[in-house]
């Protein structure tokens, strides 16, 4: 079983729908980051967080420490939406990312 | 630059031969991370580098993978005798810090192809 598990693997949307993508992961962390990567292969840092939630333009990230859960939304989603999103935690007492395999987002118009 | 910047873009060499991958982190970034992502694959860690401590070289997946960090700054990542299993694309990052978290920042990649 991989440390950090994202869900779903894949998933299609229609310009305006709010996108959910979910991770869990099982090891005790200091930080997850939520980033994105667009076809071309370049990788942006959306969010590092450690507890509660965070918000950048349409983007929410929450998380549960309890649960082992984070969740990045998307509202009113966009066609430029479209990208792999990556769930990576940083275990305690190291800066080593571990990743989890991506999301694959595909918004149409 | 403004941001961390990787050299080449890309390489394509025959297997067997030995390639040098390139990363100039963001300045002032004391830690430094190298990543492989395989064709379908998520990203896996390779070595990180934090000031000037003893790297952690435990995602290295084999001893013909090498890398060092000279002045605190740029970065090598070198390997030797390259099979096709090699093929991927190598990403640098960097942060402000380490012992706390930190957002990474990432390069573009060196897309590697083996032939």
């Known amino acids: 079983k991989n440390e950090v598990e994202q869900s779903p693997q894949n998933l299609t949307a229609q310009e305006g729908e709010f996108i959910t993508i979910n991770c869990s992961y099982s090891?005790?962390?200091?930080?997850l980051h939520w980033l994105q990567q667009h076809p071309g292969g370049g990788i942006v840092s959306l969010f590092m967080?450690?507890?509660g939630k965070k918000k950048h333009g349409r983007l929410i990230a929450t998380i549960n420490i309890q649960e082992k859960h984070s969740s990045l939304h998307i509202t009113a989603s966009h066609p430029r939406d479209s990208a792999v999103y990556i769930c990576?935690?940083?275990?305690?007492?190291?800066?080593?990312?571990?990743f989890g395999t991506g999301t694959r987002l595909q918004v149409f118009p | 630059g403004a941001g961390v910047s990787q050299s080449p873009s890309n390489k394509v060499t025959e297997k067997g031969k030995d390639v040098e991958l390139r990363c100039d982190p963001i300045?002032?970034?004391?830690?430094l991370y190298w990543y492989r992502q395989s064709l379908g694959q998520g990203l896996e860690f390779l070595i990180y580098?934090?000031?000037?401590?003893?790297?952690?070289k435990s995602g290295l997946p084999s001893d013909r993978f090498s890398a060092e960090r000279t002045g605190g700054s740029v970065s090598t990542l070198t390997i030797q005798r390259t099979q096709q299993e090699d093929s991927a694309v190598y990403l640098c990052?960097?942060?402000?810090?380490?012992?706390?978290?930190?957002?990474?920042?990432f390069g573009d990649g060196t897309r590697l192809s083996i032939l």
């Open positions: 990052a960097s942060s402000l810090a380490w012992g706390a978290a930190q957002p990474q920042h």
């Open positions: 090891v005790g962390i200091s930080a």
């Open positions: 967080l450690s507890s």
């Open positions: 990576a935690v940083e275990p305690y007492n190291t800066d080593k990312l571990i």
């Open positions: 300045s002032g970034h004391t830690a």
């Open positions: 580098f934090q000031g000037n401590s003893a790297p952690d």
